[in-house]
């Protein structure tokens, strides 16, 4: 095994394929190797005169920074003739690597084609002091001294190659020898013996007789994230100091069972051990023989071996070790999903939740409170449903859980002799024949689920529990317990079903826009994602002039391999052409194409009239994508000519990969549509629409409410309808094209008899066909499920609005539509005064509920004072604009006072609140168990807030800045900003670069700052009230002196105080971490942007932007 591994990342020429064509590229062989494939095609003869120079290229994190590294392949720079008889005389193994190469001494070199099949990369090529990373080798190739030809070739180098295991147990990962094979060679390799486990095979080849003065050594370090940060561990492989031959008795004595497993091991007692081959075939970890305190992550165990002293053989071997437990074949796995309790609490309260223990586990915690003496006269009776999908949509199964139908007693003692194991997991709980059982409290700690209480026949898929309690055959308690069971079998058998395509080529639409000729055709296009693997193309193509084929389009095309909008020219392209002969073309040769487009011209249709095309949500049409397609971002470069003069600019960009993937076909035969909500904006003087959308049960909505008519209404109050679509459900809608047509308020009415007749049954009151006016009236909804009917087949799955809109002589009169969520509650600072612990979470499937604890860590009065400000997100999505409704500013005791007398009703909902009129308030915790949103207790003209209330308190809550972008925008010619910021470890980012001062600057050249804040981080930035004075270059620098000294004085070369003006000079930051401390108190977290602007003579003529995150103690 190789000390060092490296590994095929990418390979593409891009230039130079009229002489030299390099059709290879490389792929994926199994999960740990990349090899290489293709045709290097000779396309003329080539001879000395031909000859080639490289250069080499290194990015350490592999992000594509390269810096480039002074080293060269040998023989690289010689003729083409030379270099091939260096490979074969150097590399001989390699020469026989690729078929159909030159033979020593050939030359000219004929036109041939030179094939290579699943090529890996020869590591023991590399030297071992090669460091880890990405490589890039670019090849130029030369014709007298003109460069012709050009390659690239990305390579990943590491130490290591981590192979991920699935197991509760241990699994190799890595062995490699780095010295000594003169003595003994350990040829051993890790592969992949199935889907879940590591083996380990090869010889070990003992070179020499050994003795006991051949003594080994080992050391263990770990690595808990598996990122190859190693600590070195105190544990020792025990027998692992004497000599070899003790150390072979060692093994036969206590560990007999590996000793099989070792063909041609040394026997027990032999010494010497004499030279000989000893073989290991698909060898498992024996897991059993690690300590039960192992902690999982990566570790490494380092053997020497040592010859009187001098060390003479190294070995590496690395192990993963987890904590989950291994899958097997038709395993069951059940988890907690949700327990909840739905009445009977002053019974048995189960204040039961479940949470995530750790990535593939969840766990159950909680108390279970037994409020009354029970005894068998209280009965259980449970109900077992099933959904296969986990969507909620249950079944009821015929499956009873045992001993279940009896008293609480005699369940108890059932399990107390049949599932002995799961009493001591339930603190507390009745021993056995106890009864009554007494008022007590028993817990739960981080109770995982029995899986193997499960029968072996059950079907994957959500499973709910439903518990009823009787006393005397009168129900008094219920509640419910989901979990999720999961078949690693089953689900293979599900991706069997799918039908395999291999290496086919897919592409998607990126990006379409249009640069220049609007006035004559334009093209209203986007892209948006359809789901969430495909991409469609929508929109109109507006044809606004007779177009014939004086107007000639053609097209170029560009080739990005990463995908980073580096584009090289490729030579591939539709022939130039009229638009007439081009429509002609596309109809001939891409029929598929042109049924997408509608109302395209048709064949032979020329010239083309003034007209609308559409295209609605159209997928790539990867069919006609050539096979040898590179993969990786491409785009399109259309032009359009009249008389030689560019008029029309379009791009058009599509990502084009090479998969291996499924294609299942999913039929849906039933569209299920359902309210969401309802709400009018303005025009309640015309007519008020008092309407409402409720849960009527778990899966359907229903609308209720009354629409008065204020006015009578005739056929001049014209109605129009819009309709826009949110694919996802998350309130980014998209205009749909499609409407009710406008029409008067009698007409619409007719319209709805005629059309839809089962919207019209649904609406009391609504007025006859052909009555108008529309008199005065109350119409009616009472529980009206939308009709699926009225749906399209077509309807795309998501959310959608519907805005109605009323017109009385072309003036809006009215308008209505839909929405409202209990959002989320968070506390951002003042965690060391009074602590709101607390927590939203779904209590069913209709309802959200607060829950948690709010700590008060010292004595508070009147001098803490709270103010509440609102803000509105009209649409949901977090864009929030402040509402001028508030409660009154007061200290903590008086607003208190004010819950007391204002929302009594409220007050019982927290547990442990001061009572009224107590001042100071003392140290406490209050609890807030499973309690709704009182929406009564919101003004009726209250949109739908999120209300973020802040204590007006000191903040002391650790901050934490890093930088996250430095650019300058303008200016140059003064101050050049050549920073940039890079990951210095996991948890830093530093600084680097230099800022050149182009010219001598004094306090002429006046310096401002803007301060813009991203709470969320998403780039949605607020304009901040902070900024730094504005002042004087050489003001500002002095300021940097005095304010923030510790900030600066790590900066080389940095100006002088008092230094006026600032010469030319340059300063340099060497992995330059965000000084924290200059960060104001109090700041929250988020994404923060500082803008700095230098204006000189009334004119800006400099401009950067400085970009941080801030963390606190909480997220960081």
């Known amino acids: 095994a190789q000390a060092v591994h490296a590994e095929f990342d990418q390979f593409y020429q891009t230039s130079g394929q009229e002489y030299v064509n390099c059709d290879l590229r490389v792929r994926k062989f199994n999960r740990t190797s990349s090899v290489l494939n293709g045709t290097i095609h000779m396309l003329i003869n080539v001879n000395d005169s031909y000859t080639f120079t490289n250069d080499i290229f290194h990015s350490p994190l592999g992000n594509q920074q390269f810096n480039h590294y002074p080293i060269k392949i040998p023989g690289a720079k010689s003729g083409m003739c030379t270099f091939s008889d260096y490979v074969h005389q150097q590399y001989p193994e390699m020469a026989r690597l690729f078929v159909n190469m030159p033979g020593p001494g050939e030359c000219p070199i004929a036109v041939r084609q030179m094939y290579v099949f699943d090529l890996l990369f020869p590591s023991d090529l590399v030297l071992a002091i090669t460091r880890p990373g990405l490589w890039k080798g670019i090849l130029k190739g030369f014709l007298m001294d003109v460069q012709i030809i050009e390659f690239h070739m990305l390579l990943f180098v590491f130490w290591c190659c981590m192979l991920k295991v699935y197991a509760v147990h241990v699994e190799f990962e890595q062995f490699y020898q780095t010295t000594g094979k003169e003595y003994v060679n350990c040829d051993l390799r890790v592969r992949k013996f199935n889907r879940t486990s590591s083996v380990l095979n090869g010889t070990i080849h003992l070179l020499i007789n050994v003795n006991d003065s051949f003594s080994f050594t080992a050391d263990v370090f770990h690595s808990p994230l598996g990122n190859q940060q190693f600590n070195h561990y105190p544990v020792k492989v025990p027998g692992g100091k004497p000599g070899i031959c003790t150390f072979t008795d060692y093994v036969h004595q206590y560990y007999p069972e ?59 071997m690395f192990l993963f070790v987890c904590w989950c437990c291994m899958l097997e074949a038709f395993a069951w796995h059940v988890e907690f999903d949700q327990f909840s309790q739905t009445s009977g609490k002053e019974y048995v309260n189960g204040d039961l939740r479940v949470r995530k ?14 409020l ?84 072996a026949i059950a079907q994957p898929g959500l499973w709910k529990l439903h518990v009823k309690g009787f006393l005397m055959d009168v129900q008094t308690i219920e509640f419910y317990i989901p979990v999720y069971i999961l078949v690693g079998m089953l689900k293979l058998y599900v991706l069997c079903c799918c039908m395999l395509e291999a290496y086919a080529v897919k592409a998607e639409f990126e990006q379409f826009y249009q640069s220049i000729g609007e006035e004559y055709m334009m093209c209203d296009l986007r892209v948006r994602k359809f789901n969430r693997t ?63 487009i509608v109302n395209m011209p048709g064949p032979g249709e020329c010239p083309i009239s003034i007209r609308k095309m559409y295209v609605f949500d159209q997928l790539f049409p990867s069919d006609f994508i050539p096979a040898v397609a590179r993969p990786g971002l491409w785009k399109l470069l259309i032009k359009g000519f009249l008389h030689d003069t560019q008029l029309l600019e379009y791009y058009l960009f599509a990502m084009l990969k090479l998969f291996v993937f499924c294609h299942c076909v999913l039929a849906v035969y039933a569209v299920k549509a359902e309210f969401e909500q309802f709400y009018q904006t303005e025009g309640e003087e015309y007519i008020k629409f008092d309407l409402r959308v409720r849960k009527f049960n778990r899966t359907a909505s229903v609308l209720n409410g009354t629409a008065h008519v204020l006015t009578t209404t005739d056929d001049s109050l014209k109605f129009t309808m819009d309709m826009f679509h949110s694919s996802l459900g998350n309130q980014q809608f998209n205009h749909n094209p499609m409407k009710i047509p406008s029409a008067g308020a009698c007409t619409f009415v007719e319209h709805l008899y005629q059309l839809y007749p089962t919207l019209a049954a649904m609406i009391v009151n609504l007025p006859e066909p052909g009555e108008c006016p529309i008199s005065i009236r ?144 003392q140290v406490r915790q209050m609890h807030v168990i499973d309690q709704p949103c009182p ?115 790590d900066i080389v070369n940095i100006t002088e105080p008092e230094q006026c003006p600032i010469p030319v000079c340059s300063m340099h930051f060497l992995d330059k971490e965000f000084p924290t401390e200059v960060l104001p108190q109090p700041i929250t977290r988020g994404l923060w942007k500082l803008i700095i602007k230098g204006v000189h003579s009334g004119e800006t003529m400099f401009q950067a932007v400085i970009v941080v995150r801030v963390y606190d103690d909480l997220y960081f």
Not at 357 to 369: A, D, E, W, Y
């Open 372 to 455: 009354i003496n029970v005894n068998d006269s209280f009965t259980f009776t449970p109900d077992i449903f099933h959904s296969p999908l986990g969507n909620q949509q249950f079944n009821h199964y015929p499956i009873r859980v045992p001993g279940a139908k009896s008293g609480i007693c005699t369940f108890s003692d059932y399990v107390h002799q049949h599932y002995p194991e799961m009493v001591p997991l339930i603190v507390n709980m009745p021993g056995l024949g106890e009864c009554p059982l007494t008022i007590r409290q028993m817990y739960v700690f981080d109770l995982i689920f029995p899986s193997h209480l499960v029968p």
């Open 778 to 921: 109350q119409l009616h909804v009472i529980d009206q499920q939308l009709p699926s009917k009225v749906a399209l087949d077509i309807a795309r799955n998501g959310l959608w609005k519907v805005v109605i809109a009323g017109f009385l002589n072309d003036v809006k009169v009215f308008e209505f539509y839909v929405f409202v969520k209990f959002e989320s509650f968070e506390q951002t600072l003042g965690k060391e005064i009074f602590w709101m612990n607390l927590r939203i979470r779904k209590y069913n499937r209709t309802t959200s509920v607060l829950n948690g604890t709010m700590d008060i860590y010292r004595t508070a009065d009147n001098s803490i004072v709270f103010s509440l400000d609102l803000f509105h997100s009209r649409l949901g999505n977090q864009q929030f604009n402040h509402y001028p409704m508030k409660l009154p500013t007061q200290g903590l005791c008086d607003m208190l006072d004010h819950l007391y007398m204002n929302y009594p009703e409220y007050i019982s909902r927290i547990v442990n609140l001061p009572a009224q009129n107590e001042c100071p308030v």
């Open 258 to 316: 590996m000793v099989p497993l070792f063909v041609n091991m040394a026997g027990l007692g032999e010494c010497p051990i004499t030279i000989r081959q000893m073989y290991v075939f698909d060898l498992l970890f024996p897991s059993h023989l690690v300590p039960a305190v192992a902690r999982p992550g990566l570790w490494k165990l380092i053997v020497k071996g040592f010859l009187i002293d001098i060390q003479y053989i190294e070995y590496y």
């Open 357 to 370: 223990f750790n990535r593939t586990s969840s766990v159950l915690n909680g108390t279970i409170h037994v």
């Open 534 to 596: 495909a991409s469609v193309l929508n929109g109109t193509i507006h044809v606004l002039i007779n177009a014939n084929d004086s107007i000639k389009f053609s097209m170029d095309t560009f080739h990005s391999p990463l995908g980073n909008q580096q584009f090289n020219h490729y030579p591939v392209k539709i022939p130039t052409s009229g638009i007439c002969t081009f429509s002609d073309h596309v109809h001939e040769h891409y029929p598929k194409v042109a049924a997408l």
């Open 935 to 1049: 929406s009564d207790a919101l003004p009726p003209i209250l949109p739908a807030v999120i209300a973020l209330v802040a204590c007006v308190v000191d903040q002391t809550t650790a901050v934490h800045g890093q930088y996250e972008q430095v650019e300058q925008v303008s200016g140059f010619e003064y101050l050049h900003y050549d920073l940039r910021v890079r990951k210095y470890n996991r948890t830093t980012a530093t600084l680097n670069g230099t800022i050149h001062i182009k010219q001598p600057i004094d306090d002429t050249y006046r310096f401002s700052t803007d301060v813009f804040h991203s709470s969320l981080g998403n780039q949605q930035f607020q304009h901040m009230p902070l900024h730094l004075p504005e002042s004087g270059f050489c003001q500002f620098m002095d300021l940097l002196h005095r304010e923030y000294p510790n900030a600066v004085k």
